[in-house]
């Protein structure tokens, strides 16, 4: 009976060793798990608090008065008159009766409160409607960038304030009478780059991003889902095959910055084809992203159960038709759900375009495949990399929108996996 009992409580002793050890083994992971969402969460915080500012934009309103004798123009339909006509001094004028106590001598620190491309607007609005040359035009403008990070950044430490004390007075005063407001910033979804920081728009950006990532599709998806149906279906097992075999994998680890090398020495330097286009981009991402497609392909082709193939023999069918009605319609779900994971990845890059020339200042939005273009990642390397700040707020919303490009993209692909795959 001793023995009996000793040996129980050696049992009952192992027990409850091996249960601490499961509950601290438990506990690395949750802490685990901890680590990375708080690591997570202090990312998305940092992010969305330098970019929400992004989203807004600060306006002026003023009455224009638009004097034909003050702007040295005759006939706003007249190209040659328009092109030496003043278009800032009506904006000038406006500006100083809307500050109270501004005078002529004060016209230097007014005029520094509105946006360069401000007379551009008044020059476009003006040669859309020439009837209203010698009228007074309520008119909405962008306020300089100084102003723009006064306005949303006064008192943050991390933005120099280039106003002086006169200029922070009338711009608080005409942010309290309204003539200065703040509002969702279209420009920003509407145009292209720009060297000014309240022009700059991820409009050619996304458009560029669109391009790439069509050609991408339409070269690597067809390639890869074919080369994994060879590879798993008709390929022989044999040497050259185990060859292949490998070298698809090591591709799929080698850093992206190789395909840009290869790119360049091939597609640029080879081929001559043009730098800074989206056909090139797509041909470089589509050697990155071919091997996840080919390896998320042939898992899913060998998730299939080999049963479906043998009644498909059965009833007759060639090898070809066995593949074609019947592996392949089930795997298709896989196939899709990894092509979908690595044109995401193919999305966030940025080293393999910056070697084929797509880090070019594109103001224009693409028309075409063979226009020269940008894309987000290449965008916010640019902006990123400025050395005016108020890029800084236009790199974190240009971020958080590349983030939910690439969260949209995984969700589609989770929902494709649940929604159509079969389980067996």
Known sequence: MTDQRSQAEIVRQSLKRRYRKERRFRAYGILAIAIALGALLILFTDIIGKGYTGFVKTTITMDVQLDGEMMYLDD??????????????????????????ATEDDRKQVRELINPYASVTLRDALKANPEWLGTTQTMTFLTH????????????????????????????????????????NDVFFSGGDSRDPSKAGILGAIVGSLLTMFVTLILSFPIGVAAAIYLEEFAPQNKFTDFIE??????????????GLLGLAVFINLFGMPRSVPVVGGLVLTLMTLPTIIISSRAAIKSVPPSIREAAEGIGASKMQVVLHHVLPLAMPGMLTGSIIGMAQALGETAPLLLIGMVA???????????????????????????????IERASAAIMVLLAFLISMNALAIWMRKRLERRW
């Open 246 to 259: 490998v070298n698809i994998n090591n591709l799929a680890a080698v850093p992206s910055i190789i395909f």
């Open 361 to 391: 200042f594109i103001v224009d939005v693409p028309d075409g495949f063979f226009d020269s273009a940008t894309v987000l990642p290449v965008q916010v390397f640019l902006w990123a990399g400025s050395p005016e700040l108020a890029f």
């Open 76 to 101: 706003p339909t007249d190209e040659r008159q328009i092109k030496m006509a003043d278009f800032v001094e009506p904006l000038v004028q406006a500006l100083i009766k809307e500050i109270p106590g």
């Open 145 to 184: 960038t100084d102003v723009d990070v006064y306005v949303k950044h006064a008192g943050d430490d991390a933005y120099s304030i280039k106003l002086n004390d006169q200029q922070k007075a009338w711009v608080d005063d005409l942010l309290e009478r309204g003539i200065i407001e703040t509002s969702f």
